[in-house]
């Protein structure tokens, strides 16, 4: 039995298309976060050299006498997986609770993204006094802000946000975008997430922030804000930090029909190769492309309704 006071890192280097596959598996044996980190050579902590356009899934799991049964499973669907797309073996490191906090610090600095934001680590000091500060708890899944996805998302949200607006955040997660939309001016964010821990974690991040009083949160997608779920049914922006893929369904659930006459989409999760099918399919839907970030292979776009 291992000793209870003990966690398990998990950690795989993987590419960008694989990463969020594998963190769906990991996130099935754990309850302790899985998080997706863009690796640079300043972030890496590991002896592992640092593959090109290369990200790091790694989550932690408590090690009581179920850990092992756990990891077994685990590396069973890795490997189903990995007969789509082959997948290096996860590495496995012991981490003692008094060290628990400490692994999670190392992990996270303090970022400054576009003009205006500073995503922080819970427990840092701003060292960005002239920049509007996003903070986050790292220690819960779905993310911390420093993927590309969520960079490039909070670059065009800068530029967008009207002071006084709504906007429907699709696909929440950690709560990251709807904290900083409050933050960069927002009356009201309304998310929604299919995951029941999204929804607690984008809650918990909000009331980190201050700014829960003006988050409306439910379990759901865009049929269930069409459905009725929120008081208001359509907002001047909108915004989805989702894989493309879930993308083009959404389109299909009626995404288009949240945005304004007028008012703005930004999609976010999206690699180069697929601008071209998630542009067309948002066309179809009466959405005009108007502008597209880029960092790596990763775009948002902007588009007009």
């Known amino acids: 039995m291992a000793d209870k006071a003990s966690w398990l890192e998990v950690s795989l280097q993987v590419s960008p298309e694989q990463g969020e596959a594998v963190a769906e598996v990991l996130g099935r044996f754990t309850q302790e976060g899985v998080v997706i980190e863009h690796l640079t050579e300043e972030n890496n902590l590991s002896s592992v050299p640092i593959l090109r356009n290369s990200v790091k899934v790694f989550g932690y799991l408590f090690a009581d006498e179920t850990v092992e049964e756990r990891k077994i499973r685990f590396e069973e669907s890795l490997w189903h997986l990995s007969q789509i797309q082959p997948l290096p073996a996860p590495t496995y490191r012991l981490i ?27 427990w840092a000091e701003n060292t960005f006094p002239d920049r509007i500060p996003i903070r986050i708890n790292p220690g819960m899944a779905f993310g911390t802000g420093t993927h590309p996805t969520t960079q490039l998302c909070l670059e065009m949200m800068e530029s967008k946000i009207q002071p006084g607006q709504n906007i429907f ?3 929440c997660g950690s709560g ?12 009201r964010v309304y998310g929604v997430d299919i995951s029941a821990a999204a929804i607690a974690s984008s809650a918990e991040n909000a009331d980190l922030n201050q700014v829960r009083e003006k988050i409306e949160l439910y379990k759901g997608s865009a049929s269930e804000i069409i459905g009725g779920c929120f008081s208001i049914l359509q907002a001047p922006l909108v915004i989805a930090n989702i894989l493309a893929a879930v993308i083009l369904r959404l389109f299909d659930d009626g995404l288009a029909k949240l945005v304004e006459p007028g008012g703005f989409l930004i999609l976010s999760g999206i690699l180069t190769p697929q601008i071209s099918e998630v542009s067309s399919k948002a066309e179809t839907f009466g959405l005009q492309l108007v502008e597209q970030l880029e960092i ?10």
């Open 176 to 187: 990251i975008l709807s904290a900083a939309a409050i933050k960069l001016g927002a009356d």
């Open 96 to 122: 003692h609770d008094q060290d628990w906090m400490a692994a999670w610090k190392k992990q996270y600095r303090p970022l400054k993204v576009g003009k205006k934001l500073a995503i922080l680590p819970a």
């Open 296 to 305: 790596d292979d990763w775009i948002a776009l902007g588009l007009r309704k």
């Open 169 to 171: 955040d699709i696909g």
